[in-house]
């Protein structure tokens, strides 16, 4: 009695890349924010996790048709030794950034037992490829019989309800709390009376005039030193202040995009995170060294100076000390903020503009 393992390990190949590719599609930023992590430029990000979506898919489709297996497999196997090297160098540099590599199915930091598990899969693909796609109905046979012969198969058919029954009550949950997140989004709405949107992301009631004289501020990092808006503006870059919460987890999540995008936009914008005193993750990723610039308000006194409505959010201030933008709220929108500004930045002559007193 055998086992047609080829058959079994495609059924497990496919099932785990046709989900990672799907989560990925579903929650786009959450990989665009763990590729940021794993150092890629914050431009290249959002087409980089749209082709490795499409890559998997397309390994977990190839993999179905026994023709098309070995090359799938092979193409699996490349995928998981790449992604595998730079784990490894990530672990290598004591680094541990968040892996996406189901999307918001699963967010946790990389280490050990994420390349172990990646040498699984990797042994599976190479199962395929070397011994070949399996016949399927030999493989359904043999499976039967096993688990008949040991008795498991009423035990897998328990499992497999209690599974469909804690994924109906996951879903439930989810549900639940999309729902109580809409409601405070509504409230927040409600009291802050904001009109619809005349771009994405982009939010006009109360806002500072554009060409208006940007507040002034004295702020401390998080090593206790004061800073100046002034101070920022002496690097003669337009300065982008992006705001963040502690009680935001959207926020929370985008500390890696933040620091991608302080590294991608350093040579054209002052990229600055804002955000509270009591915010201990932003302490830590600053002391860490992923986040370069970072200023904590006591409160939200700098949030409300520049009629920040919510967070995540970001301005523009130019070298003129002038607001440039309204607030942008999400991170599509800062970021493509970000884009929008550093395209201004070549055409600024350097070398004769004044720095601000």
């Known amino acids: ?28 930023h959450a990989g665009r924010r763990a590729l940021s992590e794993f150092g890629v430029p914050a431009p290249l990000a959002p087409a980089l996790s749209l082709a490795l979506s499409a890559m998997e898919l397309a390994v977990a489709l190839l993999l179905l048709p026994a023709r098309t ?14 992604f595998t090297t730079v784990i490894v160098s990530s672990l290598l540099r004591g680094r541990r950034p968040d892996c996406a590599c189901f999307g918001r199915l699963l967010v946790r ?43 498991l198969l009423q035990a897998g058919a328990l499992a497999m309800l209690v599974a469909i029954a804690g994924e109906g009550v996951l879903v439930w949950q ?4 999309q729902g109580r997140l809409l409601l ?18 982009e939010h006009t009631l109360e806002a500072l005039p554009l060409g208006s004289s940007a507040p002034r501020f004295q702020v401390a990092t998080p090593a206790g030193h ?39 936009y350093a040579d054209r914008l ?18 860490r060294g992923e986040i370069a610039v970072v200023l904590l308000q006591r409160e939200h006194e700098l949030a409300e100076a520049y009629r920040v409505p919510a967070t995540p959010a970001a301005i523009a201030i130019g070298v003129d ?37």
């Open 1 to 28: 009695m055998s086992i047609d393992l080829g058959v079994i390990v495609r059924v497990v190949l496919v099932g785990v890349f046709s989900v990672a590719a799907i989560s990925k599609a579903l929650s786009p």
């Open 69 to 82: 297996a070995r090359a799938a497999a092979l193409a699996a196997l490349v995928l998981l030794t790449c």
């Open 109 to 151: 930091p990389v280490g050990w037992s994420t390349v172990a598990r990646n040498a699984i899969l990797a042994g599976f693909a190479g199962v395929v490829l070397v011994a070949g796609p399996g016949h399927p109905a030999h493989a359904v046979q043999s499976v039967r019989r096993v688990l008949a012969s040991t008795g």
């Open 174 to 177: 989810l549900f639940k709390q």
């Open 184 to 201: 405070r989004l509504d409230r927040l709405d409600a009291r802050v009376g904001l009109p619809e949107a005349t771009a994405p992301g």
């Open 226 to 264: 004061p800073v100046t808006l002034d101070g920022l503006l002496a690097s003669a870059q337009p300065v982008v202040l992006i705001f963040s919460d502690p009680s935001c987890p959207i926020c929370t999540t985008l500390l890696p995009t933040i620091a991608a995008w302080q590294r991608a």
């Open 270 to 287: 002052e990229v600055v995170l804002v955000s509270c005193a009591t915010d201990e993750r932003v302490r830590l990723a600053w002391q």
């Open 321 to 357: 000390g002038d607001i440039r933008s309204v607030p942008r709220l999400g991170a599509e929108a800062i970021e493509a903020l970000l884009r929008e500004e550093s395209a201004h930045v070549p055409e600024i002559d350097r070398t004769t503009q004044e720095v601000p007193a």
